[in-house]
């Protein structure tokens, strides 16, 4: 059963503008919520992370928003670049199990 | 550079022939994970070890198995590879301090021929 889903699957955004992604997830006891970016070849890396006692963290241009109340979390691309061009994937951890579960992933494509 | 290194980085083998991925690190942590990512796929735990304390998810198939012999290294046995098997085999480990971070290291891509 996945734990959290993720939305839209893939989106191109033009250099310059705003990429939105969007995870919804269940479980209450979720604490902590990573957004990992992949370039193909390569493994995921983190790129931002919250806890649920904040609703927005900002890191540069990427941006997590936060909502408790709706259980869900999304991320902000801002001023998208062509090397931003990859798969995102936000995940969900419980802290008493060691695991991270992962959402489907969304790929970014930003034209030039 | 404190890192997460697997070798190789692509491997082939045959159809049923046994193959072993493995994972070192330098960062000291208690964590290793081992993921198998599809094409387009979200990456999918396979199994973590806490420190010597092993972790199977229930779906993971027994043809897998898990060796870590000691902190730094981690290694993946596949006994009787199938097409089914191939896909991209992500190394992870993680601290046990406050930080959820898991740190990823390039994979090994696996071709089953």
């Known amino acids: 059963q996945q734990q959290v889903k993720q939305s839209p699957q893939s989106l191109i955004v033009q250099k310059g503008g705003i990429s939105i992604i969007n995870c919804a997830y269940e479980n209450t006891a979720f604490d902590y919520f990573p957004w990992y970016q992949q370039f193909p070849g390569k493994g995921p890396a983190l790129l931002i992370a919250i806890r649920p006692d904040v609703s927005e963290k900002k890191e540069g241009r990427f941006t997590i928003s936060f909502n408790k109340s709706a259980k869900q979390f999304s991320l902000h691309i801002m001023d998208s670049q062509p090397g931003d061009s990859a798969t995102y994937f936000c995940?969900?951890?419980?802290?008493?199990?060691?695991?991270?579960?992962f959402g489907a992933g969304t790929t970014v494509t930003v034209r030039a | 550079d404190a890192m997460v290194i697997q070798n190789p980085r692509y491997q082939v083998t045959q159809f049923g022939k046994p193959v072993t991925l493995s994972c070192s690190q330098t960062l000291n942590h208690n964590v290793m994970y081992w993921y198998q990512q599809k094409s387009s796929q979200a990456p999918k735990l396979l199994f973590h070890?806490?420190?010597?304390?092993?972790?199977n998810e229930a779906d993971t198939p027994d043809n897998f198995q898990s060796r870590r012999p000691n902190t730094s290294f981690c290694f993946l046995d596949i006994r009787s590879p199938g097409l089914g098997d191939a896909a991209m085999y992500l190394c992870?480990?993680?601290?046990?301090?406050?930080?959820?971070?898991?740190?990823f290291g390039p994979g090994t891509r696996l071709t089953v021929l």
């Open positions: 070890y806490y420190d010597k304390d092993f972790n």
């Open positions: 992870a480990t993680k601290g046990a301090g406050g930080s959820n971070e898991q740190f």
């Open positions: 995940a969900v951890w419980a802290g008493n199990d060691y695991k991270l579960s």
